[in-house]
């Protein structure tokens, strides 16, 4: 089965500086890879997603890049702001057999006002 | 209208208690999900159903029983309520299998005592 490890666990980074979270997959066969957020006492909601056959993609502040070779791939937060604060999540989707998400350990990201 | 919600919000039950949490979503997917987060954050899945079959039972304690009476409902009932059970439990659901993201329903915090 598919195994996510994500680094770092925590991140503190100054208001407007950028933030980076990696995470690294097993199976070169997944291919598709959410990112999640998740405010203190709320449910995980998607902040931006990636499919395989792309290296990179971009909202507004938020971007995510892939590297199928060494299989792994980041979210990158620029100009961060407080209400960035929360826990990310990464997710690689392995689609065979009995397809799931498989999420990394999270990140929690804290920016310093 | 909540996209997927479940019920209850909070749960404070005994050690030996039975209890079942109910989901719902109306977004029309065809695959439900119930996934334990623990106190670390950690996102574990735990069953899938895709149209009221099940299509995932990772290694759960078969105290855990889903029940998916039609697509777009999905409970968890648990006997002999331990204290390792006390976690957030969040359902989710996805369109498809495949390139498509979960979306969660807002978790019900369970403590046993």
């Known amino acids: 089965g598919e195994n996510v490890e994500q680094h770092p666990s925590t991140l503190s980074v100054q208001e407007g500086d950028s933030a980076v979270i990696k995470c690294t997959y097993s199976?070169?066969?997944?291919?598709?890879f959410p990112w999640y957020k998740q405010e203190l006492g709320k449910r995980p909601q998607l902040i931006i997603d990636i499919r395989s056959n792309v290296g990179e993609k971009k909202d507004q502040r938020i971007a995510v890049t892939l590297n199928k070779t060494a299989k792994h791939f980041s979210l990158h937060i620029t100009e961060t702001q407080p209400e960035d604060s929360a826990v990310y999540f990464c997710?690689?989707?392995?689609?065979?057999?009995?397809?799931?998400?498989?999420f990394g350990t999270g990140t929690r990201l804290t920016i310093i006002p | 209208d909540t996209a997927v919600s479940q019920t209850p919000k909070y749960l404070v039950t005994q050690m030996g208690n039975d209890k079942s949490i109910k989901c719902e979503q109306n977004l029309g997917h065809d695959t439900m999900y119930w996934y334990k987060q623990d106190s670390k954050k950690f996102l574990k899945i735990m069953f899938s159903y895709n149209n009221k079959e099940l299509i995932i039972n990772e290694t759960v304690p078969n105290r855990f029983s889903p029940k998916s009476p039609d697509k777009a409902h999905l409970n968890l009932h648990i006997n002999s309520l331990e204290l390792g059970d006390s976690a957030v439990y969040f359902c989710?659901?996805?369109?498809?299998?495949?390139?498509?993201?979960?979306?969660f329903g807002n978790g019900t915090r369970l403590t046993v005592t």
């Open positions: 989710a659901s996805r369109p498809k299998l495949g390139h498509s993201p979960l979306h």
């Open positions: 199976d070169s066969a997944s291919n598709y």
């Open positions: 997710a690689a989707n392995y689609p065979f057999g009995n397809e799931k998400l498989t």
